[in-house]
């Protein structure tokens, strides 16, 4: 069983920056698949970004399109967390953010394919 707890949303301008953090509880997390989703009003929940253990100290990082170059996935494996940092925020970032993790998604960019999740926090970008 894994539990999930994000924290750092808020309300930043356009153009600023927010780090979300995401702490884990199981004594596997350096071997789960790590993964952020996010869900706006009215709309179905998205992938944005993921970390999968690749064997050893290696990592991947992927990233959906509408973020790639402004958002960066890290994790610090001592601390259990996984982390967002999300620079040149839009508008169009406004949305609740999931932490997901897994130890074997097979089809790590879509929600179903996670086990656990975290209960998300808002993210609002508006002058």
């Known amino acids: 069983q894994v539990q999930l707890v994000e924290s750092g949303g808020g309300l930043v301008q356009p153009g600023g920056s927010l780090r979300l953090s995401c702490a884990a509880s199981g004594r596997t997390f350096s071997r789960y698949t790590m993964a952020w989703f996010r869900q706006a009003p009215g709309k179905e929940r998205e992938f944005v970004a993921t970390?999968?253990?690749?064997?050893?100290?290696?990592?991947?990082?992927n990233y959906a399109d509408s973020v790639k170059g402004r958002f960066t996935i890290s994790r610090d494996n001592a601390k259990n967390t996984v982390y967002l940092q999300m620079n040149s925020l839009k508008p169009e970032d406004t949305a609740v953010y999931y932490c997901?993790?897994?130890?074997?998604?097979?089809?790590?960019?879509?929600?179903?394919?996670?086990?656990?999740w975290g209960q998300g926090t808002q993210v609002t970008v508006s002058s």
């Open positions: 997901a993790a897994d130890s074997d998604p097979r089809a790590p960019y879509y929600s179903a394919a996670y086990d656990y």
């Open positions: 970390s999968r253990w690749g064997g050893g100290i290696t990592y991947y990082a």
